[in-house]
């Protein structure tokens, strides 16, 4: 009699769906990807209070969003860059979307929740089986036809749920998004 696999082994719906849910994100859009190479950060000394603003922010549990604006070419994506990287670090960072006008995927809001998920997926075995679970149970929800709305509540929101719970007691974790406007 043939065995079933382990239970944290992937079977193959689960492969097929995450390699899906890979290809259909924006791989580019995360912070320290090629695509959006050279990566600039903030040089050492420099925007020192700003970061730690944005660290005492970020560590508010009762925070839940944080806005930074400044006019076009002020350093906004190198600092959402230099805290995304400090964020890694540290293990908390959930996810990143640079948005850019000249990549296809990555200007429009097409892929947000996809490349969110994707991210999310990779953080902990648990939130990717919830993850390919949705995409099991309703493969159209990686459709760029797809509610935003699905996709934002089975592909993030269900996600982090399990995440909060998963690590409970621990600090938060964060999503950054730059250059909404492009």
């Keep these: ?51 730690q603003s944005l660290r005492t922010l970020a560590e508010d549990p009762s925070r839940k969003i944080v806005w930074m604006a400044g006019e076009a070419g002020s350093g906004k994506t190198t600092i959402a860059h230099t805290f995304a990287d400090e964020l890694r670090v540290e293990g908390k960072l959930a996810g990143t979307f640079f948005f850019s006008r000249r990549h296809a995927k990555r200007s429009t809001f097409d892929h947000v929740f996809l490349t969110i998920a994707y991210q999310l997926g990779l953080q902990h075995p648990r939130v990717h089986e919830i993850i390919m679970k949705a995409i099991a149970d309703d493969p159209a929800l990686l459709a760029q036809e797809r509610s935003r709305l699905d996709q934002f509540e089975k592909l993030i929101i ?25």
Excluded at 12 to 30: F, H, T, V, Y
Excluded at 175 to 180: M, P, Q, R
């Design 1 to 51: 009699m043939a065995q079933s696999p382990p239970k944290h082994a992937p079977i193959q719906g689960d492969i097929k769906g995450w390699q899906k849910l890979a290809r259909d994100s924006a791989q580019g859009a995360m912070y320290d990807s090629n695509e959006r190479q050279p990566h600039s950060k903030c040089l050492s000394g420099t925007r020192v209070s700003l970061l």
């Design 158 to 182: 269900e996600p982090l749920k399990h995440l909060g719970q998963i690590r409970r007691g621990e600090p938060g974790m964060s999503l950054i998004l730059d250059a909404l406007d492009e």
